[in-house]
């Protein structure tokens, strides 16, 4: 055993009171509400992830919806925790009644109007465009099916938000 080197770390970290202040972001209870936008904004946020957001304004999304859309691309399913997340609701996936409610405040009819539209157009998930990439062997065709999805999933939102804007459901 004294023939091996003694390990010296490479890189030394200094605590800051920004990184201190990271523990008081999340409360300990999982039944007490917080700020997703501030959890995202101090950690992962170098002031550009939230400001794509102004891209689904038009649609009637909020920064709640897009940050949703990004696990609800591996699976729809996920969208609904990733709601019930962003919103503060506990357990959203069995308390449904209470993501309802919170979304019933949050959105206008217009707005989940186009929230089902994007979700009936958008691509299925990511595994459908990897059996798109392996069937066709091409790279190619699974951006064209993406693109394409995305475009008609966007397009339709925008009818249906400002439609139902139109009709005074916004």
């Known amino acids: 055993m004294s023939e091996l080197p003694a390990y010296e770390p ?18 300990d209870s999982p039944n007490q509400p917080y700020d997703i936008h501030q959890v995202i904004r101090r950690i992962v946020d ?11 304004a038009p649609i009637g999304f909020n920064w ?14 996920v969208a609904v925790a990733a709601l019930g997340t962003v919103y ?7 308390n449904v009644g209470a993501l309802g409610a919170r ?25 459908t465009l990897g059996v798109v990439k392996r ?3 091409s790279w190619l065709w699974m951006g064209v099916m993406f693109a394409y999805m ?4 966007y397009l339709a939102s925008f009818l249906v ?4 804007v139109a009709l005074g459901w916004g």
């Open 150 to 153: 995305v475009t008609l999933a």
């Open 64 to 77: 709640q919806m897009v940050v949703a859309l990004i696990p609800g691309f591996a699976a729809r399913e």
């Open 10 to 27: 490479v890189f030394e970290f200094e605590t800051t009171d920004a990184d201190r202040s990271l523990n008081t972001i999340i409360p």
């Open 135 to 137: 069937e066709t062997n």
């Open 103 to 127: 979304l019933a405040e949050q959105w206008s009819l217009a707005t989940g109007l186009s929230f089902l539209a994007w979700y009936i157009f958008a691509p299925q998930c990511a595994a």
């Open 88 to 94: 503060a609701v506990g357990d959203a996936e069995a």
């Open 46 to 56: 170098s002031e550009d992830f939230l400001e794509v957001q102004p891209l689904f």
């Open 161 to 164: 938000y400002h439609g139902a």
